[in-house]
């Protein structure tokens, strides 16, 4: 690294909430847990989480995985057969973010629907499904949707869209996939407790290592039967994490301590956003949670800039950058990220 690139002030890291770190209490947990060998089923502190979570979600069973993208791959494992198609958004994580995983290893044909909120209407789904006996065309057995949205700025579902989805998919026999790995940020903003969505879905996965500041982790819950079927798919993928109980128990810290804390995310997005519209900032997508995309003339020289700076962003494309905020960035990291924006990226008035 040049001087020319070293940051003149501490970093702001708005990249990702994958960025979190361990709280003290967190540590402290994760030093105290009692473990054993998960793939054994041995490991007490890792069958807590998995109990807590399915309670949480008001389903019979939970899964300990290490991370979302083998949630979500495991979830559709479980769910399908090699040459099905499944439904979900043209913005949706696996499509952009798990390196082909659902054709390379499920076999599976995507499927996609445009939406700039990376959501979609029952009607649309509907429009997409391949349910006739043609030995020519794949069924259509899984529709995925994703609560928050990452590329559609953090956006949630409401409860009675996720309703309608489900309701097609019983009438047409398919399973229903969310991956929640926000879900507690949208609990957050409609005020709807995580089951209420889990009652929606067949499988659903949640993260414990963005804004709920665990260092890895995510649990898939489900019946018993599909929940059978994705721990031996977990096994076949590498996933057994024998004394995983030092992550179990960071991830039960986070469900008991760091939720609550997750509004606090939004209201300095909140915050960040309002000042930067006052001097003139155009924000691409309405955010109501914790991430934001922010137009600029061009990404990589803007995240550049502002690196030079001390604050940390990631370009998306040609004409915009990703800020996400989290529970290390405080009030006074944001107030500093908002002087920074103005100061390096100023727009003519």
Same mark, same amino acid.
């Given at each position: 690294?040049t001087?020319?690139?070293?940051?003149?002030? %501490? #970093?702001?890291?708005?990249?990702s909430?994958t960025?979190t770190r361990?709280?003290?209490?967190?540590r402290?947990?994760?030093a105290g847990?009692?473990?054993?060998?998960?793939?054994?089923?041995?490991? +007490?502190t890792v069958?807590r989480?998995?109990?807590v979570?399915?309670?949480?979600?008001?389903?019979?069973?939970?899964?300990?995985? %290490?991370?979302?993208?083998?949630?979500?791959l495991?979830?559709?494992?479980? =769910?399908?057969?090699?040459?099905? @198609?499944?439904?979900? @958004?043209? *913005?949706?994580? +696996?499509?952009?973010?798990e390196?082909?995983?659902?054709?390379?290893v499920?076999?599976l044909?995507?499927?996609v629907?445009?939406?700039a909120?990376?959501?979609?209407?029952?009607? =649309?789904?509907?429009?997409?499904i391949?349910?006739?006996?043609? %030995?020519?065309?794949?069924w259509?057995?899984?529709?995925?949707?994703? !609560?928050?949205?990452?590329?559609?700025?953090g956006?949630?579902?409401?409860?009675?869209?996720?309703?309608?989805i489900a309701?097609?998919?019983?009438?047409?026999?398919?399973r229903?996939?969310?991956?929640?790995?926000?879900i507690?940020?949208?609990?957050? #903003?409609? !005020?709807?407790?995580?089951r209420?969505y889990?009652?929606c879905?067949?499988?659903?996965?949640?993260?414990?290592?963005?804004g709920?500041?665990?260092?890895?982790? *995510?649990?898939?819950?489900?019946?018993p039967?599909?929940?059978h079927?994705?721990?031996?798919?977990?096994?076949?993928?590498?996933?057994g994490m024998?004394? *995983?109980?030092?992550l179990a128990?960071?991830?039960?810290?986070a469900?008991?301590?760091?939720?609550?804390?997750?509004?606090?995310?939004?209201?300095r997005?909140?915050r960040f956003?309002q000042?930067?519209?006052a001097?003139?900032?155009?924000?691409?997508?309405?955010?109501p949670? !914790?991430?934001?995309y922010?137009?600029?003339?061009?990404s990589?020289?803007?995240?550049?800039?502002?690196?030079r700076?001390?604050?940390?962003?990631l370009?998306?494309g040609?004409? =915009?950058?990703?800020?996400v905020?989290?529970?290390?960035?405080?009030?006074k990291?944001?107030?500093?990220?908002?002087?920074?924006f103005?100061q390096?990226?100023?727009?003519?008035?």
């Open positions: 690294m001087p020319a690139d070293c940051p003149e002030k %501490p #970093v702001v890291d708005l990249r909430d960025l361990p709280s003290a209490g967190m402290k947990a994760m847990a009692e473990v054993g060998d998960d793939v054994y089923g041995e490991d +007490p069958k989480l998995e109990t979570a399915a309670e949480m979600l008001g389903k019979p069973c939970a899964l300990f995985l %290490p991370t979302g993208t083998m949630a979500n495991v979830a559709f494992l479980a =769910q399908t057969r090699p040459g099905d @198609s499944i439904i979900l @958004s043209e *913005s949706a994580h +696996p499509i952009h973010y390196n082909a995983n659902l054709s390379m499920a076999g044909l995507p499927c629907i445009h939406d909120l990376g959501k979609f209407t029952a009607d =649309q789904v509907e429009q997409r391949v349910r006739e006996d043609d %030995p020519h065309l794949s259509t057995t899984l529709v995925s949707v994703e !609560n928050t949205t990452n590329r559609g700025g956006a949630c579902w409401e409860l009675h869209e996720m309703e309608s309701a097609l998919c019983r009438r047409h026999g398919m229903l996939h969310c991956d929640g790995a926000r507690f940020n949208a609990c957050a #903003v409609t !005020n709807i407790e995580a209420y889990a009652k879905c067949d499988t659903l996965c949640f993260c414990l290592s963005k709920l500041g665990a260092p890895a982790g *995510s649990l898939l819950a489900g019946d039967e599909t929940m079927k994705a721990l031996r798919f977990r096994k076949m993928l590498g996933g024998r004394q *995983s109980g030092i128990a960071a991830g039960l810290y469900l008991e301590h760091h939720l609550g804390d997750l509004a606090e995310d939004h209201r997005a909140r956003r000042a930067l519209e001097e003139g900032f155009e924000f691409c997508l309405p955010s949670t !914790n991430i934001l922010i137009r600029v003339e061009n990589l020289r803007a995240v550049k800039t502002l690196k700076r001390g604050v940390l962003t370009a998306h040609q004409d =915009q950058i990703r800020a905020f989290h529970r290390d960035i405080d009030d990291a944001m107030e500093d990220a908002i002087e920074c103005k390096a990226l100023a727009l003519p008035r």
